[in-house]
């Protein structure tokens, strides 16, 4: 910092006693950074060159104080009461809980959190009130063209976010956020139904054709036609999500045992060409980390795509992107919508569909309900529920009636009934 006058920091003080000569740490700089003497009383008898030393001296003192409180200053944003600064101290700092979830999980908070930065980043924490986030939920919502559908999922998540920033915000003693969190708590906005959608198996089949066929007439690569025909055959056949067939890229930590490594990135995955022994497949799903066994030989729509594959091919990852690597999630998604429309299937239709399109398969083939719900490893029955669309719901309602009706007619029919 460089110094403006051989006797910095002086001022001077003129009372009914005379002049008094004072070095003042604010002559130096507006930010002292908590620096304990800011006001130094100097001898009121001292001469120019005296008073120049002095000065001299306690401002390198300043200094001093300065560089060392800049190399220990927090390595993270300060809050400066705007949403944004609070946002990005709820993803920097190093004791925030966005640490402690998964990368899938943060990329997802990201993205909700970098639309509260972009709308409302500039606003004071202290000066939202609860209209305010109501006017923003709707914001949030609105289409992304004009007639288009709402993005109530979107709005949602954002208000979520904003919660969680603002509860982040209290625990580090702001109270203007514990103000606000507060207030929003018996707040509740539409989140947006279940979906209702699912892939059926003759869209499963139709995907699988229409990939292999691309593959062969070249009109996309030949082993992202396999590769892609596999890995929506994997997701319908054996129930699993889609994390758990294409794995993930995270970045890189050293030493990963299995882990596939490219660049500053590392890919993990369990659905490997050598975690295949005896054509049996063994995972922990990444959701609820349940274990669950395959025998793949038992899968019709799988099985041969992964038997048709020559030796040569069966390293790695099955599921394959550019350059033999393990496939990235979007490029995932964008080539399966390619193929998808390609094969006629409509753009409500998601790869993630598959999964209630083998559930509700498994129900109208009559497959017992707790086998299902295992097969979808979940804890809770009334989530497997969700999984079952409504035709084979009605289906069961409808078995309802017809027993009953059957119950009435023998019943009816026994002798001395009225």
Same mark, same amino acid.
């Given at each position: 910092?460089?110094?403006?006058?051989?006797?910095?920091?002086?001022?001077?003080?003129?009372?009914?006693?005379?002049?008094?000569?004072?070095?003042?740490?604010?002559?130096?700089?507006?930010?002292?950074?908590?620096?304990?003497?800011?006001?130094?009383?100097?001898?009121?008898?001292?001469?120019?060159?005296?008073?120049?030393?002095?000065?001299?001296?306690?401002?390198?003192?300043?200094?001093?104080?300065?560089?060392?409180?800049?190399?220990?200053?927090?390595?993270?944003?300060r809050?400066?009461?705007?949403?944004?600064?609070?946002?990005?101290?709820?993803?920097?700092?190093?004791?925030?809980?966005?640490h402690?979830?998964?990368?899938?999980?943060?990329?997802?908070?990201?993205d909700?959190?970098?639309?509260?930065?972009?709308?409302?980043?500039?606003?004071?924490?202290?000066?939202?009130?609860?209209?305010?986030?109501?006017?923003?939920y709707?914001?949030?919502?609105e289409?992304?063209?004009?007639g288009g559908?709402?993005?109530i999922?979107?709005?949602?998540?954002?208000?979520?976010?904003?919660?969680?920033?603002?509860?982040?915000?209290?625990?580090?003693g702001?109270?203007?956020?514990?103000?606000?969190?507060?207030?929003?708590?018996?707040?509740?906005?539409?989140?947006?139904?279940?979906?209702?959608?699912?892939?059926?198996?003759?869209?499963?089949?139709?995907?699988?054709?229409?990939?292999?066929? &691309?593959g062969s007439? +070249?009109?996309?690569p030949? @082993?992202?036609?396999?590769?892609? =025909?596999?890995?929506? *055959?994997? #997701?319908?056949?054996?129930?699993?999500?889609?994390?758990?067939?294409?794995?993930?890229?995270t970045?890189?930590?050293?030493?990963?045992?299995?882990?596939i490594?490219?660049?500053?990135?590392?890919?993990?995955?369990?659905?490997?060409?050598?975690?295949?022994?005896?054509?049996r497949?063994?995972?922990?799903?990444?959701?609820?980390?349940?274990?669950?066994?395959?025998?793949?030989?038992?899968?019709?729509?799988l099985?041969?795509?992964?038997d048709?594959?020559?030796?040569?091919?069966?390293?790695?990852?099955?599921?394959?992107?550019?350059?033999?690597?393990?496939?990235?999630?979007?490029?995932?998604?964008?080539?399966?919508?390619?193929?998808?429309?390609?094969?006629?299937?409509?753009?409500?239709?998601?790869? &993630?569909?598959?999964? +209630?399109?083998?559930?509700? @398969?498994?129900?109208?083939?009559? =497959?017992?309900?707790? *086998?299902? #719900?295992?097969?979808?490893?979940?804890?809770?029955?009334?989530?497997?529920?969700?999984?079952?669309?409504?035709?084979?719901?009605?289906?069961?309602?409808?078995?309802?009636?017809?027993?009953?009706?059957?119950?009435?007619?023998?019943?009816?029919?026994?002798?001395?009934?009225?």
């Amino acid at each position: 910092m460089p110094l403006r006058s051989d006797r910095p920091g002086l001022k001077w003080s003129t009372r009914a006693g005379g002049r008094q000569p004072y070095w003042v740490a604010s002559q130096i700089t507006r930010d002292s950074k908590g620096y304990p003497d800011r006001t130094i009383r100097l001898p009121s008898d001292a001469d120019d060159e005296t008073l120049a030393e002095l000065c001299r001296d306690h401002t390198a003192r300043l200094l001093t104080w300065l560089a060392t409180e800049e190399r220990l200053a927090e390595p993270f944003p300060r809050y400066d009461g705007t949403i944004l600064s609070l946002s990005r101290l709820y993803q920097e700092h190093p004791d925030s809980p966005f640490h402690d979830v998964k990368h899938n999980t943060r990329k997802t908070y990201t993205d909700s959190l970098k639309v509260i930065e972009t709308t409302i980043g500039l606003r004071a924490v202290r000066r939202v009130t609860v209209v305010d986030v109501r006017g923003y939920y709707k914001r949030w919502r609105e289409p992304r063209v004009e007639g288009g559908t709402p993005r109530i999922k979107r709005a949602h998540d954002a208000v979520s976010n904003l919660r969680m920033i603002l509860r982040f915000g209290f625990a580090l003693g702001h109270k203007d956020c514990g103000d606000l969190y507060e207030r929003l708590a018996m707040l509740r906005f539409e989140r947006g139904g279940a979906r209702e959608q699912e892939m059926t198996f003759a869209q499963a089949t139709a995907f699988v054709r229409k990939a292999l066929e &691309m593959g062969s007439t +070249a009109a996309i690569p030949a @082993e992202r036609a396999k590769s892609m =025909a596999i890995g929506v *055959a994997a #997701q319908f056949d054996l129930l699993l999500r889609q994390k758990d067939i294409i794995g993930e890229w995270t970045p890189a930590v050293p030493e990963i045992p299995s882990a596939i490594y490219a660049g500053g990135e590392m890919w993990q995955g369990r659905f490997r060409w050598d975690n295949l022994p005896g054509w049996r497949l063994r995972v922990r799903t990444s959701k609820t980390r349940s274990v669950i066994e395959f025998d793949l030989t038992r899968y019709s729509l799988l099985f041969p795509l992964l038997d048709s594959l020559p030796h040569a091919e069966r390293t790695g990852a099955i599921v394959k992107g550019e350059h033999g690597l393990p496939i990235r999630e979007r490029s995932y998604r964008k080539w399966f919508r390619q193929i998808a429309r390609a094969a006629g299937i409509p753009d409500s239709v998601w790869n &993630m569909d598959s999964r +209630a399109g083998g559930a509700t @398969e498994a129900d109208e083939a009559g =497959a017992d309900f707790k *086998a299902i #719900q295992d097969a979808l490893t979940h804890s809770e029955g009334r989530t497997t529920m969700r999984y079952i669309r409504e035709r084979a719901a009605g289906r069961r309602v409808a078995s309802v009636a017809d027993a009953r009706s059957r119950k009435r007619a023998d019943d009816s029919s026994e002798p001395g009934t009225a």
